[in-house]
């Protein structure tokens, strides 16, 4: 099942999960050390989530967590990768916020948590759109029937 996102709402949201990215950072002495440690992994893997969802405006939310939690792992995996070249792109400041700089197993489990916390969410959206009748889910197959769409999500 898929509903159709709202493209502007999901800019919206990259921009304040952006904002709370840099935020975290500028802030890191205020906030707890253990949730300093994850928190910026949590919401990059979130903003992932969140552009392949305006990308991929009518794709189910399994698909689109699926190409997000891939893209977050390949990344992480590539800082396994040491030449000269991607080096220097780390080096920069966008370089090193979309590249990171060194490979961790925790970033896998924050991205993990941010990718989840954002099924959570958008599963809790959808399902409250759907019993107030505001939108309609629609089915590979055909279109789906409000009562069939409540039975699903229960």
């Known amino acids: ?12 949201m990259i921009i304040i999960v952006v904002v709370l990215g840099l935020c975290a950072r500028k802030m890191a002495d205020v906030i707890p050390d253990f949730l300093d440690t994850y928190l910026g992994d949590a919401l990059w893997a979130a903003m992932i989530f969140l552009g392949f969802g305006f990308i991929f405006k009518v794709a189910a939310t399994r698909i689109v967590a699926l190409i997000a939690i891939s893209f977050c792992y390949l990344i992480e995996l590539s800082q396994l990768y040491h030449a000269d070249w991607i080096d220097r792109i780390r080096e920069t ?29 958008e599963l809790l959206v959808i ?28």
């Open 93 to 121: 400041t966008l370089g090193g916020l979309v590249l990171g700089y060194g490979f961790l197993w925790s970033d896998l489990l924050a991205y993990s948590i941010g990718i989840g916390v954002c099924i959570m969410i």
């Open 127 to 154: 399902r409250r759109r759907v019993e107030d009748g505001e939108v309609h889910i629609t089915s590979n197959e055909n279109q789906v029937t409000q009562e069939q769409i409540k039975n699903r999500i229960q």
């Open 1 to 12: 099942m898929a509903y159709k996102r709202n493209r502007l709402l999901y800019a919206l």
